[in-house]
């Protein structure tokens, strides 16, 4: 059972590290941002009470996305292992985290840091936005949402360092080299596939 958290700047590659690293260890990958663009997609009871929310570059509410979070933890192929991408961003949020897995009796194996350069972070998400026609990508919000990062999520890589849980990967580069940093930073704490 492997349960990894990736934690990282929106645009520093969680989301395609995740793909990779949950291909490679057989687990899902959970991403509360592809959740909530799912049912806004779909225009579901949560889906539009999140479009708002997102389209101005705020995070969903803490209670919203616990309730989230925690039920799919407790779907079948979750039971195995997962890899996070995108939760917990608050301390409220890692508490939560910490209740849900202490109810099954386990905890996170390892937290990877992706560190990216803001201004690279900043030109691969307006790419995106080009390329994907994602509305809540402006260059306004992105710097929003970098700003709401440093001020709410940075703080959990302390939470998570005490617990000598984090491994900090450079996340430039090609992705194949991005990918192969973060599994020799997994393997140095024993954590293969």
């Known amino acids: ?36 663009r ?3 997609a ?32 407790r779907e079948a192929d979750a039971a195995g292992g997962f890899l996070l991408d995108g939760y917990p961003r608050t301390l409220d949020q890692v508490n939560e985290l910490d209740r849900v897995l202490a109810e099954d009796g386990t905890a996170l194996d390892a ?3 992706i560190v990216a350069d803001t201004e690279e972070v900043v030109s691969r998400l307006l790419k995106r936005a ?21 001020e709410q999520t940075a703080p959990l890589i302390d939470v998570y360092q005490k617990r000598d849980l984090v491994l900090s990967v450079d996340g430039l580069g090609e992705v194949s080299v ?16």
Request: hydrophobic share 40%; charged share 25%; proline share 4%.
């Open 1 to 36: 059972m492997t349960r990894l958290l990736l934690i990282g700047p929106p645009g520093a590659g969680k989301g395609t590290q995740a793909t990779i690293l949950a291909e490679t260890f057989g687990i899902p990958a959970i991403s509360t941002g592809d959740i909530f």
């Open 38 to 40: 799912a049912n806004v």
């Open 42 to 73: 779909n225009q579901t009871e949560l889906g539009l009470k999140v479009k708002a929310i997102m389209d101005a570059g705020e995070f969903v509410p803490d209670d919203l996305t616990n309730a989230i979070v925690a039920d799919r933890l």
């Open 111 to 113: 937290v990877v840091q």
């Open 130 to 150: 080009r390329e994907q026609g994602r509305t809540d990508d402006t260059e306004d919000v992105i710097r929003h949402r970098m700003h709401l990062y440093a």
């Open 178 to 193: 991005v990918t192969e940093r973060i599994r020799e930073s997994l393997a140095s704490r024993g954590i293969t596939a």
